[in-house]
DNA sequence: AAATGAATTGTCAACGCTGTCAATCGGCGC
DNA sequence: GCGCCGATTGACAGCGTTGACAATTCATTT
């Protein structure tokens, strides 16, 4: 005996069930699997049987025999504020084939990624890894994954890789329907504050700008466009050299919230009356977006229904079927523009 | 045969570790598990075939063994961006067990709570649960927990259990410093911006709001004392009605960032300066405490810390040694005060 | 009614590890 | 050198489930 007499009734077990339904365990694991080949009169006893002693199946012993493992994994670096609104969309998809996410912070920096990441993965028994950015860019991840088979999607990420999914918005499109509502409302000067070098997310959001402005014939003055990195210390500086420019422009396009109030601030400063001086626009709708003053329009990412569909990707992913299906899928959410109070109409003597 | 002829090296056992050690699989799982009773140089044996075969033994046939999981759960509502951070901690802490955290969503309001509870602890067989509030305050949830036997970590409950460890902030005593500071530099009359009623935190900021007032011989104005519920949104009404009284204070303190944020939209509406007319101060030191100028004073909280100890929390709870030591741990975390530009000297016509 | 074959169900071993308990080893006292 | 005892080590069953394959059932066909 290994238990030691305990009054507490002990979790069913698929034998327990089996008994209680009159058919063998391995019935009852068809139905607990959905497998075919069950008589529907017999399934629906044995659901009955299930539901009636409120019995679980144990993952240990389901991933030992059945040598998978039911997680799904979640690696990240930079716990940022959309971490948790992804995660809980990837949960969500999860939960409904009966998965678990096992969520692992890594450092992107640390020099020994590769064996963190294996490791990970063989103790786990990972089904499949969803890597966030920057991680779904360092190639020692992405080969330690593919060396152990193990598919993964990676969340935009600056460059595509030919063999696995990513998973996108389509920025461009956004920033350039939010910069037509700006040149809507009679800005021609407008200024550009970049994210940081090499995301695909600076550059897609700058040629969505740049998109808008050619199609209604307006120049972009390279005066007016800076590198900033995405932050709102690097902002300010952006900010302070564009407005500081001779002929300042009527409105600028942050590429993100964070930079986009640190242009707020500036105005501020300056004596910049907003937002019938200047209008102002950033990305992301951030928690600041709302929590400054006047609000900023905005661009918002539909980020939890990122984490259930790179969820759903790799639920997708049949190993039995050569892996991805072909052409690789590479779904594109939309963003839903927001405008708030941080646009006017340009001021007129500057139309 | 179960298994396909594949090329593919397959995963190290413990039974392949043995025999390239030249011991019983038995021995091997006394090296990994840190049993005592195991020569020295038997140990050193084993853990160098470990090495060499870069053995991860497997979980799942762990926990079936065992009757464990090396799982912790981590349950929340409102994924918020403190969650991140948090999770981090406790992930960190995890690790040096060889544990691993499940990070799950619940919905707070879902009249099955229970339920949902019940089934994620049978089907992960969870050694361990962190609740998040609020949901560290629902009785059915608790009550859940307990009847399996589960050890629970609350965080910074409304209410403590005298069945399970807290971990709280001290958050009283950073409310005092941070209205001593106000107080030094000559503010007399200071608003007060309440978070949501019922939360501890609310009671407590206030709490050590009125204690640092006191202390200095100053009546809090009730009149300036408004409630809110920790959102920007009714935080500006709350700072509207303070800031329209016609004895206007000198500094206002904000239960929390958003709030505080609230108060710098408004004074910049009704045309106050800041921080010369107007001192301000939040708390929680979040993301939009310095995406605002003035950049507001506050409090950070450890909440990477908190997460750490809320994990070794349920690690050190031994079954065996009849559940919690006793007195119950409950863990107070320091906070940090944070002076920033928001707050300057009293005007002196209001000292 | 017997034969046929597809559909349904069951038997048994194995997944990789740990608990129980027995076997072996090594050192010490006499 | 022998016996004894505690320290090490090993043999073996079993954790709860699923894969492979055998057995059974049942509706058809002849």
Same mark, same amino acid.
């Given at each position: 005996?290994?238990?030691?007499?305990?009054? +507490?009734?002990?979790?069913? @077990?698929?034998?327990?069930?089996?008994?209680?339904?009159?058919?063998?365990?391995?019935?009852?694991?068809?139905?607990?699997?959905?497998?075919?080949?069950? /008589?529907?009169?017999?399934?629906? /006893?044995?659901?009955?049987?299930?539901?009636?002693?409120?019995?679980?199946?144990?993952?240990?012993?389901?991933?030992?025999?059945?040598?998978?493992?039911?997680?799904?994994?979640?690696?990240? #670096?930079?716990?940022?504020?959309?971490?948790?609104?992804?995660?809980? !969309?990837?949960?969500?998809?999860?939960?409904?084939?009966?998965?678990?996410?096992?969520?692992?912070?890594?450092?992107?920096?640390?020099? #020994?990624?590769?064996?963190?990441?294996?490791?990970?993965?063989?103790?786990?028994?990972?089904?499949?890894?969803? $890597? *966030?950015?920057?991680?779904?860019?360092?190639?020692?991840?992405?080969?330690?994954?593919?060396?152990?088979? =193990?598919?993964?999607?990676?969340?935009?990420?600056?460059?595509?890789?030919?063999?696995?999914?990513?998973?996108?918005?389509? #920025?461009?499109?956004?920033?350039?329907?939010?910069?037509?509502?700006?040149?809507? /409302?009679?800005? /021609?000067?407008?200024?550009?504050?970049?994210?940081?070098?090499?995301?695909?997310?600076?550059?897609?959001?700058? *040629?969505?700008?740049?998109?808008?402005?050619?199609?209604? !014939?307006?120049?972009?003055?390279?005066? *007016?466009?800076? @590198? !900033?990195?995405?932050?709102?210390?690097? !902002? *300010?500086?952006?900010?302070?050299?564009?407005?500081?420019?001779?002929?300042?422009? +009527?409105?600028?396009?942050?590429?993100? #919230?964070?930079?986009?109030?640190?242009?707020?601030?500036?105005?501020?400063?300056?004596?910049?009356?907003? %937002?019938?001086?200047?209008?102002?626009?950033?990305?992301?709708?951030?928690?600041?977006? +709302?929590? =400054?003053?006047?609000?900023?329009?905005?661009?918002?990412?539909?980020?939890?229904?990122?984490?259930?569909?790179?969820?759903?990707?790799?639920?997708?992913?049949?190993?039995?079927?050569?892996?991805?299906?072909? %052409?690789?899928?590479?779904?594109?959410?939309?963003?839903?523009?927001? $405008?708030?109070?941080? =646009?006017?109409?340009?001021? +007129?003597?500057?139309?």
């Amino acid at each position: 005996m290994r238990r030691l007499p305990v009054p +507490t009734r002990e979790a069913a @077990t698929i034998e327990i069930v089996a008994e209680q339904a009159g058919v063998s365990a391995k019935t009852v694991s068809r139905v607990i699997n959905n497998e075919r080949g069950v /008589r529907t009169e017999t399934r629906e /006893r044995v659901l009955a049987a299930i539901e009636k002693l409120d019995y679980q199946p144990n993952l240990a012993a389901r991933g030992l025999a059945g040598a998978r493992s039911f997680l799904i994994g979640l690696f990240y #670096d930079n716990p940022g504020d959309y971490l948790s609104e992804f995660q809980t !969309g990837a949960v969500q998809r999860c939960r409904e084939s009966n998965l678990h996410l096992m969520v692992e912070p890594l450092d992107a920096a640390d020099p #020994d990624l590769a064996r963190a990441v294996s490791t990970l993965i063989r103790q786990l028994r990972l089904e499949g890894v969803i $890597l *966030l950015p920057p991680l779904s860019d360092l190639p020692e991840v992405r080969a330690t994954l593919a060396a152990a088979g =193990i598919p993964a999607v990676h969340i935009a990420p600056m460059h595509r890789q030919d063999d696995a999914p990513s998973v996108d918005t389509d #920025d461009r499109a956004a920033a350039r329907e939010l910069t037509d509502a700006l040149i809507e /409302r009679g800005h /021609r000067r407008i200024g550009f504050m970049l994210g940081r070098a090499g995301h695909r997310a600076t550059e897609q959001r700058y *040629l969505g700008f740049a998109d808008a402005m050619h199609a209604h !014939g307006l120049a972009v003055d390279p005066k *007016l466009v800076q @590198t !900033g990195n995405f932050e709102f210390t690097e !902002g *300010l500086e952006c900010a302070r050299s564009i407005l500081s420019n001779p002929e300042r422009p +009527t409105a600028i396009f942050a590429s993100n #919230d964070d930079m986009g109030a640190a242009a707020v601030c500036v105005a501020r400063q300056m004596d910049i009356a907003l %937002p019938q001086q200047l209008s102002i626009v950033g990305f992301d709708d951030a928690p600041v977006a +709302t929590m =400054i003053w006047p609000q900023l329009s905005t661009v918002r990412q539909p980020v939890r229904s990122m984490g259930r569909v790179a969820a759903d990707l790799i639920i997708q992913h049949k190993p039995h079927l050569r892996g991805w299906p072909q %052409p690789m899928p590479r779904p594109h959410l939309d963003l839903d523009v927001i $405008l708030r109070g941080s =646009i006017a109409a340009a001021p +007129t003597d500057a139309a």
